[in-house]
Every structure is written in structure tokens, then in C-alpha cells.
């Protein structure tokens, strides 16, 4: 079974974890070099229990030594109450258009039924496009579930470079973050729901697994969780991660032959594989080691 949802939290940072051994925690953080020039490229995972803390010391290391971080998209943008307002109006079907009309009675009951079981209004949510709708739960069990994205990595470091005066940028604004992830064609609603729902059922096993990878900077694992759904869903795969990186890679190559030291911080899930981050890179002549 392809792990959509796993994977998105791998990708979009929207992350949790499990509690670690201290000796165990590594990360995903890697020092770039080339002509003489250091940066460093981060993996995140955006949302922790208080209980998963500290965030592996190699994420401080980067950080004291940069004199910039830049992050995904603006983070101080999703901060404020517009954000919302953007996510619910982008998110919302056609006038007049349900989830029933794009699924099948079968789908619809199964939806409905794990919408009741998370406390979720089936009418309410039913109003979204499917994979906002999808995410709306995995929301729901991550908040009851005790996770909190105050504490996840991108949090963390954005609040670290605020109180520090640590100057911030970004990849990607909101509304291009909205864009790729919204970017689905509603005959597929059938099979992405479906598939979905058996995933949630395997939840906190999944979790588990990619945090696991996370906090002791497993390569492999994090590579095969960010990649297992391309075959079942590549329009997203191509949106959430192909198009992505290709935007990034246009970036990144300006930020690191800066003199001063940056800190790009993004989902862990874009950093490898043939069309990962890091790989690209390379080509290019950087150089990378794992701290």
C-alpha cells in the first residue's frame, strides 16, 4: 500500500514523532560546500510532541553558523489570520458541488464514517477538494494525538531567527504552497479517498516509521517513504515534489554561492533520490557531507 499520506508529511512538513534514545538523534543535515563556500540543507519534520524534544543538535549547528535560514514559504505569512481565510477559499469545491458528487455512495459512507470517528462535521469538510479534506483529518489526529507544530523544526527555527534577528527567506510563497497541493483532478477522487482511508488505519505505525528515519537520519527509509506514492498518484507527485524541486534548484545555486552562510531548511522528503535535491546538486558540482 502506497503511503500518500506519510509521504505529504514528509514533504509539506507536516510531521510528528516518537520519543528517541538521546544518543540516537541525528537528523537529516548536510554541509555544503563548493569553491570554498559552506552552507548548509536541512530535512524538517514540522509538527513534535513536547516529549520529542531537544530537535537533533545537528540543527543547531547549522543554525549558529549561518548567518541566514530560509524555509519553505513564508512562515510569518501562515501566521497571520488571512492565511485561513486563503486555505478555506482555495480549498472549497464548486458552488453547489459536494464530495458525493465526485465519489461513489460505498466511498461516501466510508468518509463519513471517519470524519464521526475524529470529532470531523462530514458536511463541513465534505465542502473541501479531496485532499484538503484528507489532510483535514490527518490534522485532527495529530492534534488529539498530543503533536503540536509550535514545536515542530520550521517553528522552532523561525522563532530561534526571530528572537536572534537572524534574517529569514523563502522558497515559495503561500499561495504557490496552495497551488501545487490543490492541483488535482477530481476523477481521481474515488481512488485517492479510498486509498486513504486504509492508510489511516496504519497511522501510527507509518508515523512511528518516518520519524524514526527522521531522528536518527536514515537515508534509505526517508527516501522510500517520500517516494512509495508516485505510481498510484504522479500528477501529485509530479506537483508536490517534481515541480517543486525544479523551482528550488532554480534558487538554491544564487543562496549558496553566497559568501555568508545560509540555512535552507525544507521538507525531508525533497532532499533525496534521482530527483531530489541533493543528487541535483551534486551534478552541479557541490559538495555534500552528513553532520
Avoid at 477538494?129 to 495529530?142: C, D, N, S, V
Wanted: proline share 3%.
Amino acid at each position: 500500500m502506497k503511503k500518500l499520506i506519510i509521504s505529504l508529511i514528509a514533504t509539506l512538513g507536516l510531521g510528528v514523532s516518537t520519543q528517541a534514545q538521546e544518543n540516537t538523534l541525528k537528523g537529516h543535515v548536510w554541509k555544503v560546500t563548493k569553491a570554498g563556500k559552506t552552507h548548509y540543507l536541512g530535512g524538517s519534520i514540522h509538527a513534535l510532541k513536547a516529549s520529542d524534544l531537544p530537535i537533533p543538535e545537528a540543527y543547531n549547528t547549522a543554525f549558529d553558523n549561518a548567518k541566514s535560514i530560509v524555509f519553505e514559504t513564508d512562515i510569518a505569512a501562515t501566521q497571520k489570520p488571512e492565511f485561513s481565510q486563503k486555505i478555506m477559499m482555495n480549498a472549497a469545491l464548486p458552488e453547489g458541488k459536494t464530495l458525493k458528487d465526485f465519489v461513489s455512495d460505498e466511498t461516501y459512507q466510508k468518509f463519513d464514517k471517519v470524519c464521526q470517528e475524529n470529532g470531523i462535521p462530514t458536511a463541513q469538510i465534505s465542502r473541501m477538494k479531496p485532499m484538503m479534506g484528507i489532510l483535514a483529518i490527518t490534522f485532527q489526529k495529530l492534534y488529539q494525538s498530543g503533536y503540536d507544530a509550535t514545536k515542530g523544526v520550521d517553528q522552532v527555527y523561525f522563532g530561534k531567527a526571530t528572537a536572534n534577528n537572524t534574517q529569514t527567506g523563502y522558497l515559495e510563497t503561500i499561495d504557490e504552497q496552495i497551488n501545487y497541493l490543490l492541483d488535482f483532478d477530481l476523477d481521481y477522487a474515488d481512488d485517492l479517498i479510498n486509498k486513504q482511508i486504509k492508510e489511516l488505519g496504519l497511522f501510527n505505525s507509518y508515523m512511528n516509521n518516518l520519524v524514526s528515519a527522521w531522528k536518527s537520519g536514515d537515508i534509505k527509509s526517508i527516501d522510500e517513504i517520500s517516494n512509495d506514492w508516485q505510481s498510484d498518484f504522479p500528477k501529485l507527485y509530479e506537483n508536490l515534489i517534481l515541480k517543486r524541486n525544479a523551482n528550488w534548484l532554480e534558487q538554491l545555486p544564487t543562496l549558496f554561492d553566497k559568501e555568508d552562510t545560509t540555512f535552507v531548511l525544507v521538507g525531508a522528503g525533497h532532499l533525496y533520490g534521482e530527483k531530489g535535491l541533493i543528487p541535483q546538486l551534486e551534478k552541479q558540482g557541490y559538495q555534500f557531507e552528513q553532520l
